[in-house]
């Protein structure tokens, strides 16, 4: 059950009016159509009892029953309340930051007192963590002259953060959901304000007209976005449209609506005008349509049109960084296959651009195991953060230099060579045959060259030779490897070669491309 469940009830058996659904809206800071919503589950709640929900058009919606019956739904209510101690400080806090970023009214601490059933202390403990979470998206949390708890910041950083509660509330959302399964029944307790129904309630778009657009943009734009930023994305332009009917306008930087509004794209998104005019009953305006067009550059694409996201400065710029990066990471390894380093980074590098220039946040899952996977190549693109410090002034998270890593790591594990192999035998060619199958089956880590016998090794160039394999000893130069194998492997002759072989080719590859030590 919904703490806003539990406070409707509170509020019709306190009043002994009949009350419309608006006033509960109003009362509540959120829509009727939540209200509609939630009047179902009290009619549930109420199924049991003799007292009644009685909706009436045109005239409101009242508690009718005998007055003990109504002390027992209260004491009912009384000891649901009580269960409110098992909420967390995090559900708390999720719905402190949803009614000051999407309530329809400005909350006090007397009011977040009655609706999360705390104690007043409990509730400034909560709003210390609120406003440590909105300062690191630069938004003052102050209290207004009435003693009302408001935002002071720009509407770029409002929205912003609005995207950011409804992303991290995305994985409290499956937590709650397989607790649920687990379970067998809903029965969780935390107040999961942020369910998918729920964030369509906060919101004053549907989805499908949503998805329907980012298609329309997909196409005017000539790009496919990447799934995890589609939908971060749409949630983006949700958010934009639903301030904008609420009358809030974007405002940019005279220079960031020049660079926006002249790529050749721009008028094209204005086309779709018509289409959120009939879907949304909304007229953006052409700083609102450049702050989309911003998002949207700043979202990775699977195929794209080449330059349809960068003026011709900025396609400057981004080759000099991944330039200077590729030719940092020279520095420490050679690096074949260049153009294909660059060219990742270059097509890499502009949504990273484009992500400090539109203040979109940075987010990387993997980063504490590419840190232990690839310290060598985190490390080198640590040496990343001047690059862009000297470029835009501003720094790189940690995030941002795990994704320049992987990049980096990449393109040394394309610069390895298998290890160039020979395999000698003894008796006849039969006994290796299986062996060398097995091999060329089993291990991209070798070239296979060729295949001499015990008593022709004089003809093997191990100059052009990193590997000896043989079913008995023979000796070899030194700097050469050598590795005695079965002609028939066992499941653990196979384990303990296979570890063998591909530390083999990680030091020579090491020795091979490793320049200057980190």
Not at 251 to 267: A, G, N, R, Y
Not at 342 to 363: R, W
Request: proline share 3%.
């Amino acid at each position: 059950m919904k703490s806003r469940t539990l406070e409707i009830i509170k509020l019709l058996i306190h009043t002994a009016e009949v009350m419309t659904i608006t006033e509960i809206a109003d009362r509540l800071s959120v829509s009727t159509k939540t209200i509609r919503n939630d009047l179902k589950e009290v009619e549930s709640l109420l199924e049991d009892s003799q007292v009644t929900l009685v909706k009436k058009t045109g005239v409101g919606i009242s508690l009718v029953g005998e007055e003990a019956e109504k002390f027992r739904v209260y004491n009912r209510f009384a000891a649901l309340k009580d269960m409110q101690a098992d909420y967390t400080s995090r559900d708390r806090r999720l719905y402190i930051l949803q009614q000051l970023l999407l309530g329809r009214k400005a909350p006090t601490v007397t009011s977040l007192q009655d609706e999360l059933f705390v104690s007043r202390p409990s509730v400034y403990k909560d709003l210390d963590k609120v406003r440590e979470w909105l300062t690191k998206r630069e938004i003052e949390l102050v209290f207004d002259s009435d003693k009302s708890l408001v935002l002071h910041a720009g509407e770029k950083r409002i929205r912003k953060a609005i995207a950011d509660l409804f992303l991290q509330s995305e994985t409290y959302d499956q937590i709650v959901e397989m607790v649920e399964r687990a379970q067998g029944e809903s029965t969780y307790a935390a107040m999961n304000f942020f369910s998918y129904g729920q964030k369509s309630d906060l919101l004053s778009v549907e989805e499908e007209d949503v998805n329907e657009l980012v298609n329309l943009m997909e196409e005017r734009l000539g790009v496919t976005f990447v799934t995890a930023d589609r939908m971060k994305l749409m949630i983006r332009v949700a958010i934009a449209i639903t301030r904008l009917k609420a009358g809030y306008r974007v405002t940019l930087w005279p220079e960031t609506m020049l660079d926006l509004s002249t790529l050749p794209v721009f008028d094209r998104m204005k086309g779709l005008n018509s289409f959120v005019q009939r879907t949304f009953g909304v007229f953006l305006p052409e700083e609102e349509w450049a702050y989309l067009l911003g998002l949207a550059i700043a979202s990775k694409t699977h195929t794209e049109t080449p330059g349809w996201n960068a003026s011709q400065k900025l396609m400057v710029i981004n080759r000099i960084c991944a330039n200077e990066i590729v030719e940092t990471t020279k520095k420490f390894y050679r690096i074949e296959k260049e153009s294909i380093f660059f060219d990742g980074l270059s097509h890499h590098l502009l949504a990273v651009f484009n992500k400090i220039k539109y203040e979109k946040s940075f987010e990387n899952d993997n980063l504490e195991e590419i840190k232990q996977t690839y310290p060598d190549a985190y490390q080198i693109a640590e040496k990343s953060r001047q690059i862009f410090e000297d470029v835009f002034s501003h720094p790189i998270p940690d995030e941002e230099v795990g994704y320049i890593a992987m990049h980096i790591a990449a393109a040394v594990e394309r610069s390895k060579r298998p290890l160039r192999t020979v395999i000698v035998y003894y008796r006849n060619y039969a006994e290796i045959k299986l062996m060398k199958e097995v091999l060329k089956n089993q291990f991209h880590q070798l070239e296979l060259d060729k295949v001499v016998p015990v008593d022709r090794m004089d003809t093997i160039d191990f100059d052009q030779v990193d590997l000896v394999i043989s079913s008995r000893g023979v000796t070899v130069p030194e700097g050469v490897r050598s590795l005695i194998m079965p002609t028939v492997f066992l499941k653990g002759d196979l384990n303990r070669v296979t570890k063998l072989i591909r530390t083999y080719y990680e030091e020579e590859n090491r020795k091979r491309l490793v320049r200057l030590q980190n």
